[in-house]
């Protein structure tokens, strides 16, 4: 891995580590962070790219070495070729190929959102790799009734034939971009947190003084694999390691409170040690106020400190 330096478009300097791109079948993935420590993966949420982890970074234990990987599409990873369509297991399959190019047994999961969703899949589908999870602001894999699985497929196949018209990249000037997070976040994000996010989603053009192209790719709002609740429950019931899930006061509310209990019951039978704390904020509270966030994740990480480090 090579140390970088990565400057946003309005001229702030922010500081990466490591950045490195790992091969994979259709380009490569990218992943930043240190060369050495206690690895935990971390996945970013749906519009995001591993900038969602870089207020929360230095505030984790000094042997935690914080992988952050990019999903296909997002950040400085590839994309799909054009034609090919993502699900929700395209994701966990990306997290087995990230542990096996690094050769650890055991890893620890940190996601946000649609990233905790994919470590939910990976940690059920390969518990024998996970050694513990931590899930921010999701307390299960979004999920659709049986009755209405037709339906909810034949729209997601119908918007993503139309997608795959767009995937040419935008011109947009920086606060245009700016604009764009703050209108399809909906508030979750501040300024500063915009500008962090814009890092590694921007690509400046070399003739014109305020002109970026910004990615249009927008099969990655879209997973085409959607899941039954059963389905949901089987996986889940597989998940062993010790988990946190982190809920934000003013983040995602997408069941009931009976649903609610009923997870939270299975976590506790299933898994070795389970957690669930409440902070106050938004949904991306762990970008905009990880000081909120970190210590709950410290703590869950203490009984890791005699547990085998990686170096590449």
């Not at 790719?217 to 597989?238: A, F, S």
């Not at 938004?282 to 547990?307: M, Y």
Request: charged content about 20%; glycine content about 6%.
């Amino acid at each position: 891995m090579k140390s970088i330096t990565a400057a946003s478009a309005n001229s702030q300097q922010l500081e990466f580590q490591y950045d490195a791109q790992i091969p994979v079948p259709w380009g490569h993935m990218s992943v930043w962070g240190p060369d050495h420590g206690i690895p935990v993966l971390a996945i970013h949420g749906l519009m995001d790219n591993a900038g969602s982890f870089d207020t929360l970074a230095p505030l984790l234990p000094t042997n935690i070495r914080l992988v952050c990987l990019e999903l296909c599409g997002h950040g400085y990873s590839s994309t799909y070729p054009p034609g090919v369509v993502l699900h929700y297991f395209d994701h966990a399959y990306h997290v087995k190929l990230v542990v096996d190019h690094f050769k650890w047994d055991k890893v620890v999961l940190l996601g946000h959102s649609i990233g905790a969703i994919t470590l939910f899949l990976f940690a059920s589908l390969f518990p024998e790799n996970v050694s513990r999870m931590i899930s921010l602001d999701l307390v299960k894999p979004f999920s659709v009734s049986v009755s209405k699985l037709p339906v909810v497929m034949r729209g997601i196949i119908t918007q993503m034939r139309e997608f795959s018209e767009t995937g040419r990249p935008l011109t947009v000037r920086y606060e245009e971009a700016r604009q764009s997070i703050f209108d399809n976040y909906k508030g979750s994000v501040d300024e500063k947190a915009a500008d962090f996010l814009l890092v590694r989603s921007l690509k400046k053009k070399a003739d014109a003084e305020d002109a970026y192209e910004l990615p249009n790719d927008l099969r990655i709002l879209v997973r085409t694999l959607t899941l039954t609740e059963e389905q949901i429950k089987v996986l889940v019931t597989n998940i062993r390691c010790p988990l946190l899930i982190i809920r934000a006061s003013n983040g995602l509310k997408n069941f009931t409170e009976d649903v609610l209990k009923e997870y939270l019951g299975i976590y506790q039978a299933s898994s070795a040690d389970f957690r669930i704390v409440n902070v106050a904020g938004s949904h991306h509270v762990h970008l905009t106020h990880p000081e909120r966030v970190a210590p709950h994740i410290r703590e869950f990480l203490l009984p890791l400190a005699s547990f085998p480090t990686s170096k590449l």
